[in-house]
């Protein structure tokens, strides 16, 4: 079943006095079935940023349609737009994002609190997460007392916790060393293998590597795709860096 749907993607953005336009997005079309694992690369610059927007309806686009389980974004409410994000999307982000003046606890709790659940539910919530996470002796800690790994876990568990329709991850490696990527990497794996959706954007070669599908956006479309298959990490890895060789060096579309 399609979970997520674009269409013909438009972003054309105005310079602030009207007097030129660029162009971020022409024509990205895409869908991403529910269970899918999909990571999206290409260059700085190629739209990345500005499709992710998009799809969190945190920006609207200038021509086309993004459709999440049906629901046309562009059509939600200004008012209504917060709820609907807390409600179908789970975030995961380079930065992490999680606020240093609460716990860990806390922050994995927010998106509930603003949702108005109670706290015992948000407590049986929070429980397995945890545990599947191995974050459970941390919920007490403050985000400046724990390592970049840990901090992750702990967004990623923010990003669980709501039992959101699709994970939008943001380069989640991109402040991680090697071991904390790996264990991440190996954490998606699992979190997906269960059912979760999870579209990531990354310049993460290896990050990439782990996802079920590759999409590759170049000058505001998508460029080319690479399906996993019965490749292992390593034979995918390979695939995607002559991809992004052949992006680099102008090589025609396959």
């Given at each position: 079943m399609e979970i997520l749907t674009v269409s013909n993607l438009k972003k054309v953005y105005t310079t602030r006095?009207?007097?030129s336009q660029?162009?971020?997005?022409?024509n990205v079309s895409f869908k991403v079935e529910e269970g899918e694992y999909v990571a999206i690369m290409g260059e700085s610059g190629s739209g990345k940023t500005t499709l992710l927007n998009?799809?969190?309806?945190?920006?609207?686009?200038?021509?086309?349609?993004?459709l999440l389980d049906g629901r046309d974004l562009a059509r939600i409410r200004e008012a209504e737009k917060a709820q609907f994000r807390r409600d179908n999307l789970g975030f995961v982000f380079q930065e992490f994002n999680l606020l240093d003046t609460f716990s860990l606890k806390d922050n994995i709790f927010l998106p509930l609190v603003l949702a108005g659940k109670q706290y015992q539910e948000m407590e049986d919530r929070l429980k397995p997460i945890a545990r599947k996470l191995g974050i459970e002796d941390l919920m007490k800690k403050y985000p400046y007392e724990v390592s970049g790994g840990q901090k992750q876990r702990a967004a990623v568990a923010r990003a669980l916790i709501t039992h959101p329709r699709l994970i939008l991850a943001d380069e989640p490696t991109g402040a991680l060393d090697s071991r904390a990527t790996d264990e991440l990497l190996r954490l998606f794996a699992s979190i997906n293998k269960e059912g979760q959706?999870?579209?990531?954007?990354?310049?993460?070669?290896?990050?990439?590597?782990h996802a079920g599908r590759v999409l590759f956006i170049k000058d505001g479309e998508v460029f080319h795709q690479i399906y996993r298959g019965v490749s292992t990490d390593?034979?995918?890895?390979?695939?995607?860096?002559?991809t992004l060789t052949m992006l680099a060096t102008g090589g025609d579309r396959v």
């Open positions: 006095f009207g007097g660029v162009q971020a997005l022409s998009i799809l969190a309806a945190l920006d609207t686009p200038t021509g086309g349609q993004v959706t999870i579209l990531m954007v990354t310049h993460s070669v290896k990050a990439a590597s390593e034979q995918l890895y390979q695939k995607i860096s002559d």
